[in-house]
């Protein structure tokens, strides 16, 4: 080992420790509120000092996240966004986590804005506040005026934000293996999960990415007069620095404000939603978090956003298929929707496709009923996630980061129009992605990405082929067959086998006397004097061996399985 990884592996140890004090201080609490003794409840306390065994288990799961710090708090957001592992009730409560941070003091921001534009900030900028406005989990914004007037929000990233959360990935990496191992944990895939929470931090990392966001966003609704992008001044923007113009409006989280001043709350929430919708079935790249915070309404009712971080990318294909989901709900056909899930999600092995028809036929039903108006979507697609989480069905994360934030969506519409309904505004939708699929434009490009991919097979499969004839001819080829759950079953074979010539040979040690007998010095005992002790206990031992097989076969539930 080197001397220079004898640090490492302390900060290493300090920072489990710090987890494990947190974790066992949360776990204590859920075991702590099933016992009804108030005094021994009241000793643990959340950071508001509020007591820790009243809170559900759901809430004090996201306490604990929030309280361990960014990179948990970011796992915790992820999390919330993957109902169909996680489950619904969880996934909401996730989704309260707050990314507030203390903030850095001033010196240390003007060493990295000085250090990242190469020059003094009183040279940059005519102004800039000391004081930041906002402060999350990477970064924290202050405002300026640059030097030709306009006013600005430069996002600036924490002081050694990029060193705790590799450590933290780090930590995160060698724990999701290890619960890989114990099946309880399997189930909710997290290596995956982890890999997912640090490429979606490494790409939050990087400031440059969220500028290329913004603009490319600006030229998708250059010629919308309706929506407002803030624009990047691309001289002032590096990794860790990002200069955006200032959009000043009311927030989405005071309708009272906005109706005070005369606003159209419904033509606002409409106006939103249409956004999103074309962001989404258009442009096929969308702003994937639309809470209330991150949404202002300027003058003439404008939507301005805020806040490019986390965006979602689907592609064309992956965009046909949840308009066909959505379709196959409003013209009630499960079997189309049990086709779509099984074509788009990944498949456990032990999958019960006859179950999952009846999950899907019993959902269609209840919400196909539904009118327009009313229809509950977020509603349904919370009931989406819990039967794809029942059947252990893993959905792309496209997919879920989409629904999520329709959801979302509709959740935010709500607040200003309580009567909003997401798939009624959806309804002109659905004949225009009719029409788009029956185009002759788009038949004719299905047709060449076809052509091209019949094109490359037929130029690999001779290729391949004949490789495959050269390792028969040179006796390497190699068939590798997968015994799913074979294990058991031999191991109960062998067991069995043995237990029969235990109680075979046990039974021919009594038969032939073979000493030493029960009570050997006596004269007649009922023929008790003439039993081999050694073929009386391996009997009993083989019946007893026998009947622990027999009941293991019978609770696995496959001893009279057809």
């Given at each position: 080992m080197k001397i220079s990884a004898i640090p490492q592996i302390y900060q290493n140890l300090r920072r489990w420790g710090e987890i494990l004090s947190v974790l066992s201080k949360y776990g204590l609490a859920d075991w702590l509120s099933r016992v009804n003794i108030d005094f021994v409840k009241d000793r643990l306390r959340d950071p508001d000092g509020e007591i820790l065994a009243r809170h559900s288990p759901e809430?004090?799961?996201?306490?604990?996240?929030?309280?361990?710090?960014?990179?948990?708090?970011?796992?915790?957001?992820?999390?919330?966004?993957?109902?169909?592992?996680?489950?619904?009730?969880?996934?909401?409560?996730?989704?309260?986590?707050?990314s507030g941070v203390r903030a850095d003091g001033f010196d240390e921001i003007r060493k990295i804005v000085e250090s990242e534009l190469g020059q003094p900030i009183e040279e940059l900028f005519r102004e800039f506040s000391p004081e930041p406005i906002a402060s999350a989990s990477i970064g924290q914004v202050h405002l300026a005026r640059?030097?030709?007037?306009?006013?600005?929000?430069?996002?600036?990233?924490?002081?050694?934000?990029?060193?705790?959360?590799?450590?933290?990935?780090?930590?995160?990496?060698?724990?999701?293996?290890?619960?890989?191992?114990?099946?309880?944990?399997?189930?909710?895939?997290?290596?995956?999960?982890?890999?997912?929470?640090?490429?979606?931090?490494?790409?939050?990392?990087?400031?440059?990415?969220?500028?290329?966001?913004?603009?490319q966003f600006s030229a998708m609704f250059a010629e919308d007069p309706t929506v407002k992008i803030?624009?990047?001044?691309?001289?002032?923007?590096?990794?860790?620095?990002?200069?955006?113009?200032?959009?000043?409006?009311?927030?989405?989280?005071?309708?009272?404000?906005?109706?005070?001043?005369?606003?159209n709350l419904e033509e606002i929430a409409r106006r939103g939603a249409e956004l999103y919708l074309k962001m989404i079935f258009k442009h096929g790249f969308f702003h994937a978090d639309p809470h209330p915070g991150n949404m202002l309404v300027l003058p003439s009712n404008v939507i301005g956003l805020l806040d490019f971080g986390m965006v979602g990318r689907i592609n064309e294909k992956l965009r046909e298929d949840i308009e066909e989901m959505l379709l196959a709900i409003v013209s009630r056909d499960?079997?189309?929707?049990?086709?779509?899930?099984?074509?788009?999600?990944?498949?456990?092995?032990?999958?019960?496709?006859?179950?999952?028809?009846?999950?899907?036929?019993?959902?269609?039903?209840?919400?196909?009923?539904?009118?327009?108006?009313k229809f509950d979507f977020s509603g349904a697609m919370n009931d989406m996630m819990e039967i794809v989480r029942r059947h252990q069905i893993?959905?792309?994360?496209?997919?879920?980061?989409?629904?999520?934030?329709?959801?979302?969506?509709?959740?935010?519409?709500?607040?200003?129009?309580?009567?909003?309904?997401?798939?009624?505004?959806?309804?002109?939708?659905?004949?225009?992605?009719?029409?788009?699929?029956?185009?002759?434009?788009?038949?004719?490009?299905?047709?060449?990405?076809?052509y091209m991919q019949l094109e490359n097979l037929a130029e690999m499969l001779p290729e391949r082929v004949m490789d495959i004839l050269d390792q028969v001819q040179a006796g390497k080829f190699d068939v590798h067959l997968d015994h799913r759950r074979l294990g058991p079953t031999a191991n109960r074979m062998v067991l069995g086998l043995m237990t029969s010539a235990l109680f075979v040979g046990s039974a021919e040690m009594l038969s032939n006397q073979v000493p030493p007998l029960l009570f050997p010095q006596a004269t007649y005992l009922g023929g008790m004097h003439r039993i081999s002790l050694l073929g009386l206990s391996g009997v009993m031992l083989s019946l007893l061996i026998g009947l622990r097989l027999l009941w293991a076969i019978r609770k696995s539930g496959n001893l009279d399985q057809k």
């Open positions: 809430s004090r799961i996201r306490l604990a996240l929030q309280e361990l710090g960014p990179t948990f708090i970011k796992l915790g957001q992820i999390l919330s966004t993957r109902a169909d592992l996680v489950g619904t009730s969880l996934a909401n409560e996730l989704g309260k986590l707050q640059l030097k030709q007037g306009g006013q600005v929000a430069v996002k600036v990233q924490h002081v050694g934000i990029e060193r705790i959360i590799r450590e933290d990935l780090d930590l995160l990496a060698g724990a999701a293996q290890l619960a890989e191992k114990i099946p309880e944990f399997a189930l909710y895939h997290p290596t995956t999960l982890v890999a997912e929470m640090a490429r979606s931090l490494r790409r939050e990392l990087d400031f440059g990415r969220e500028e290329r966001n913004l603009l803030p624009q990047p001044f691309t001289d002032y923007c590096t990794s860790r620095v990002l200069t955006m113009e200032r959009i000043v409006g009311l927030k989405l989280t005071e309708p009272v404000s906005l109706a005070a001043r005369g606003l499960p079997p189309l929707l049990t086709a779509i899930i099984k074509r788009v999600g990944s498949m456990p092995a032990n999958l019960d496709s006859g179950l999952l028809m009846t999950d899907v036929t019993e959902y269609v039903d209840q919400y196909s009923t539904q009118s327009l108006e893993a959905l792309p994360s496209e997919v879920v980061m989409l629904l999520k934030a329709m959801v979302t969506l509709e959740g935010t519409a709500r607040l200003l129009n309580p009567r909003f309904s997401l798939m009624e505004l959806m309804q002109p939708l659905q004949r225009t992605l009719l029409l788009r699929r029956m185009s002759p434009l788009r038949q004719i490009r299905k047709m060449r990405r076809m």
